[in-house]
């Protein structure tokens, strides 16, 4: 799973976000991570939630919380846990 989109400075801030990709062709990712269906069923990215300028993907785990990832220049940051359980009969983010 790969945030694509325009990349900004370089630092990743300004990033302009296109959307999440999976293996699309002819689109560069300039921020990366592996999440799976059975790990994180539910994903959603969104321009920036933690103020850095940098876009950010919202997510749910297989055991029900709800996670932040934190965008990076380069990587995805690893998951801030925002809330714990209950998240499992959500169908969608955002």
Same mark, same amino acid.
């Given at each position: 799973?790969?945030?694509?989109?325009? #990349?900004?400075?370089?630092?990743?801030?300004?990033?302009?976000?296109?959307?999440?990709?999976?293996?699309?062709?002819?689109?560069? #990712?300039?921020?990366?991570?592996?999440?799976?269906?059975?790990?994180? #069923?539910?994903?959603?990215? /969104? #321009?920036?939630?933690?103020?850095?300028?940098?876009?950010?993907?919202?997510?749910?785990?297989?055991?029900?919380?709800?996670?932040?990832?934190?965008?990076?220049?380069?990587?995805?940051?690893?998951? /801030?846990?925002?809330? /714990?359980?209950?998240?499992?009969?959500?169908?969608?983010?955002?």
């Amino acid at each position: 799973m790969a945030l694509a989109g325009s #990349p900004g400075d370089g630092a990743g801030a300004g990033v302009v976000l296109a959307g999440l990709r999976v293996g699309v062709s002819g689109v560069t #990712p300039y921020a990366s991570g592996t999440f799976t269906y059975t790990a994180q #069923p539910l994903l959603y990215g /969104t #321009p920036d939630a933690t103020g850095d300028g940098i876009p950010d993907i919202w997510a749910t785990n297989s055991a029900g919380d709800l996670q932040l990832y934190a965008g990076r220049a380069t990587s995805v940051g690893m998951a /801030t846990q925002l809330r /714990t359980g209950g998240w499992t009969t959500v169908r969608q983010l955002g």
